[in-house]
């Protein structure tokens, strides 16, 4: 499903009068944001990526930028070089972009407030009297260089990362899995023979390791690696196990682990890997081990430009 939209530059949008607060009407650019289908339940994950290299117009990264709010521009421009400043507004412009879609665009994308938790996983800042979301919207914002990926659920905690296939280790992959891995990760990347199989299953292992520590909230700080197991089962099942002795481990980062978490990990783009984690809390006697699937639906985006649903394509290759 592929939109087009606005492909000549457009006027720059004037920045939001005091207060920023959820609510504002967008005008007639943002009501021009195609709405994707509403999400139906927990289970299901909206994910919408875009690629720097190919956002190059200056009107139109202008226009990004003056999606963001003052701190958030302010943050961007402090980066070192106009590579990552960019990557940063665009970073934040997904995210103010894609989460309007799922307001029906009632609330402008500059609208959008966000508190951080004591971990720093942004969240958004809802006022205490907005009753426009019947559920609550959840995100979370992955990016490498070359690709930017927001994932977006309802009511549900969500951790997305994406990685580069052919990112390159400093260290060897066995050191590096020693000192950030479960003793049976290690073995598990130990016993396959070829080193491009052996890197590629590390890094799928990373993705998901850090969507799980971001779905739960806490990033790497506040939930250690080593501290729990991701099992790549035969039949593409992926499972998460932690050890007996960690739910009594005086280690406060273990009170949050937990076992009910539900994986996806995907090829995107052909270029990078892609894990979700999401909160699973519903099972089915009709399904075979027990768990429903996950939903995914993947969108290629470059915001009031064009969106293509990619879901079912090349671009998306499930693996797990």
Not at 202 to 227: D, H, M, Q
Request: aromatic residues 8%; hydrophobic residues 35%.
């Amino acid at each position: 499903m592929r939109h087009r939209l606005l492909r000549r530059a457009m006027p720059i949008p004037p920045p939001p009068q005091s207060p920023r607060t959820p609510g504002v009407a967008g005008g007639r650019l943002f009501a021009s944001l195609p709405l994707p289908p509403p999400l139906q339940s927990r289970r299901e994950v909206h994910v919408w990526y875009l690629l720097p290299d190919e956002l190059n117009d200056a009107s139109l990264l202008k226009m990004y930028t003056e999606l963001l709010s003052p701190s958030e521009r302010k943050t961007a421009l402090s980066m070192n070089g106009e590579k990552l400043q960019k990557g940063a507004v665009l970073s934040r412009a997904l995210v103010r972009t894609t989460l309007s879609r799922y307001t029906d665009c009632k609330v402008d994308p500059r609208s959008f407030e966000f508190k951080k938790n004591k971990f720093g996983k942004p969240e958004i800042l809802w006022q205490s009297d907005d009753s426009r979301m019947e559920w609550p919207l959840h995100f979370n914002i992955s990016h490498t260089s070359s690709l930017i990926a927001c994932g977006i659920t309802m009511d549900a905690p969500i951790g997305i990362d994406v990685e580069d296939k052919k990112r390159k280790t400093a260290k060897n992959i066995l050191s590096l899995a020693r000192r950030y891995f479960t003793p049976s990760e290690i073995d598990y990347l130990a016993k396959i023979p070829d080193p491009d199989g052996q890197q590629k299953e590390f890094i799928k292992l990373w993705t998901l390791k850090e969507a799980y520590v971001k779905a739960l909230g806490r990033g790497f700080s506040g939930a250690p690696f080593n501290k729990f197991s991701i099992i790549l089962a035969a039949n593409n099942r992926i499972k998460i196990s932690v050890a007996p002795k960690a739910f009594n481990d005086s280690d406060s980062s273990c009170d949050c682990l937990s076992e009910n978490w539900q994986f996806a990990v995907a090829e995107l783009n052909s270029s990078h890997y892609m894990a979700i984690c999401t909160e699973d809390d519903s099972t089915s006697s009709d399904s075979g081990n027990g768990r429903l699937p996950l939903g995914l639906k993947v969108w290629k985006t470059i915001p009031f430009v064009e969106d293509i649903l990619v879901s079912g394509t090349e671009a998306v290759k499930l693996v797990s």
